[in-house]
């Protein structure tokens, strides 16, 4: 069965920490692996990854993809409170498969 | 924003009835994707219209169908409600092309709330 599997499910941290999100996938006929920040309603793309090993980066989060271990990170430094949201992974093959997501809550 | 609309916000139905959800899509892309996502839960696949064609369908039943017109607009008909329809239903659009085929952009969704 396809699936995707985020971890952790929640985070609290402080303005400042460094944090990494985890995301694990079993997908037939893989193609990319996505994550989302969803704050309120709609999910805001963040990246899209398609090859092992290359890290993408935009401002203080950065995401990359292992496609032997069939995982993703997302690291984000220096937190901010607007980073506060929960953080989707998807993964697309025959379809799009999303995670539970991570909710990340930054204390001031 | 992304450009993607959907109407309405929200609504309140009652078992049994049925409903219409409508998206229309960022300019130029001409895929439509729909997505129920329940409290606490990422979002579920339901299908995907491409150029007016269902292109992938989820683990929904037939009650849910959709349509997506010549302007790439799209609908979502929900027949015979049912409480557990409850959720934010989203829709994403794309444009279906080699280079970056997957890059969704989402529209705000609409809360459903099936009583």
């Known amino acids: 069965e396809d699936k995707v599997v985020q971890s952790p499910l929640s985070l609290v941290v402080h303005e400042g920490d460094t944090v990494t999100l985890n995301c694990s996938y079993e997908?037939?006929?893989?193609?990319?692996l996505l994550w989302y920040k969803q704050e309120k309603k709609a999910p805001t793309f963040l990246f899209m990854l398609?090859?092992?090993?290359i890290e993408k980066k935009s401002g203080r989060l950065s995401s990359i993809l292992d496609k032997k271990e069939l995982f993703s990170i997302l690291n984000i430094t220096a937190t901010q409170t607007g980073d506060s949201a929960v953080y989707l992974c998807?993964?697309?093959?025959?379809?799009?498969?999303f995670g539970t997501g991570t909710s990340l809550t930054v204390i001031p | 924003e992304t450009g993607v609309t959907q109407s309405p916000t929200h609504l309140i139905k009652t078992r049994g009835q049925q409903v219409t959800l409508r998206c229309s899509s960022q300019s130029g892309h001409n895929t439509v994707s729909w997505y129920q996502q329940a409290l606490g839960q990422g979002p579920q696949f339901i299908f995907q219209y491409y150029r007016e064609e269902e292109n992938g369908r989820g683990n929904f039943p037939p009650r849910f169908s959709g349509l997506q017109f010549p302007n790439y607009s799209s609908e979502l008909n929900v027949n015979a409600l049912e409480l557990d329809d409850s959720a934010l239903y989203l829709c994403a659009s794309s444009l279906e092309t080699r280079l970056n085929p997957d890059t969704q952009y989402f529209g705000p969704g609409t809360r459903l709330t099936v009583l």
């Open positions: 398609t090859s092992s090993g």
């Open positions: 998807a993964a697309t093959g025959n379809q799009f498969y």
């Open positions: 997908v037939t006929n893989f193609r990319s």
